[in-house]
């Protein structure tokens, strides 16, 4: 296996200015099953391909839901994002006791962001080894959301982690101007299904494999599995 004398922490900087603990740990995500997440000017939408370990094991749950109003999904290591979606969870629950208020998205992301960073910089962790795509809704719109390990939250369109998600991708960047006008969350979430079809090799989407979630104006975060997903097959 490679190694190199600057990649046994977080901490230490190689020559070349990298930090090769957290670039492995974006390495983690490309393992995981891809999940496709995008949003008009009315809805966010996440679409996610669910992986199984064998043919006597359930399917990994792919969406986690966090709030009425934000919820997101992973590709990487579950537990991590577990832990994650539990503390997002805790957030939320916080911004409406306290302040009688949903927790902003944009908040939601720079929490996640900081919790992430400060394993970058001390002893004794690691980098969470998970992406994580957060769509949500606030008093500003839809958002769409990606973590990274790094500690960088970016807002976007539409993005695609996981394996093989260059294909969905670059089906969301042809199709931009598109989705960004679609009103109907129905045609959003088909758009979605399609771009998550353009990363899949061997696979085929079914009612046990695929794993939906909306949220927008007057919807709140609501996911869909099973059978309720066979309409958009």
Same mark, same amino acid.
């Given at each position: 296996?490679?190694?190199?004398?600057y990649?046994?922490d977080?901490?230490t900087?190689?020559?070349?200015?990298? =930090?090769?603990?957290? !670039?492995?740990?974006?390495?983690?995500?490309?393992?995981?099953?891809v999940?496709?997440?995008?949003r008009?000017?009315?809805? $966010?939408?996440?679409?996610?391909?669910?992986?199984?370990a064998?043919?006597l094991?359930?399917?990994?749950?792919?969406?986690?839901r966090?709030?009425?109003?934000l919820?997101?999904? =992973?590709?990487g290591?579950?537990?991590? $994002?577990?832990?994650?979606?539990?503390?997002?969870?805790?957030?939320?629950?916080y911004?409406?006791?306290?302040?009688n208020?949903d927790?902003?998205? !944009?908040?939601?992301?720079h929490?996640?962001?900081?919790?992430?960073?400060?394993?970058?910089?001390?002893?004794?962790?690691r980098p969470?080894?998970?992406?994580?795509?957060?769509?949500g809704?606030?008093?500003?719109?839809?958002h769409?959301l990606?973590?990274?390990?790094?500690?960088?939250?970016?807002?976007?369109?539409?993005?695609?982690?996981g $394996?093989?998600?260059?294909?969905?991708?670059?089906?969301?960047e042809?199709?931009?101007e598109?989705?960004?006008?679609? !009103?109907d969350?129905?045609e959003?979430?088909? =758009?979605?299904?399609?771009?998550l079809?353009?990363?899949l090799?061997d696979?085929?989407?079914?009612?046990?494999?695929l794993?939906i979630?909306?949220?927008?104006?007057?919807?709140?975060?609501?996911q869909?599995d099973?059978?309720?997903?066979?309409?958009?097959?």
């Open positions: 296996m490679f190694r190199n004398n990649d046994g977080t901490v900087f190689s020559p070349t200015g990298r =930090l090769f603990q957290v !670039e492995y740990a974006l390495e983690a995500i490309k393992q995981g099953s999940t496709v997440g995008l008009s000017k009315k809805y $966010a939408v996440l679409v996610a391909l669910k992986r199984n064998d043919e094991s359930s399917y990994q749950k792919k969406i986690i966090c709030d009425e109003h919820g997101l999904s =992973l590709a290591l579950a537990p991590d $994002a577990r832990v994650l979606s539990n503390y997002l969870r805790q957030q939320c629950n911004s409406r006791m306290v302040f208020r927790l902003s998205v !944009e908040k939601a992301g929490m996640l962001s900081d919790k992430a960073q400060k394993n970058t910089q001390s002893y004794g962790g969470y080894g998970v992406g994580l795509l957060i769509i809704y606030d008093r500003s719109g839809p769409l990606e973590f990274q390990p790094s500690g960088n939250t970016l807002e976007l369109y539409g993005s695609a982690i $394996a093989r998600s260059q294909g969905a991708k670059t089906y969301l042809r199709t931009l598109k989705y960004l006008e679609i !009103e969350p129905e959003l979430i088909k =758009l979605g299904v399609e771009a079809r353009q990363s090799k696979e085929t989407l079914s009612n046990s494999n794993s979630a909306i949220v927008g104006e007057n919807l709140p975060f609501t869909y099973g059978d309720s997903v066979a309409p958009y097959l």
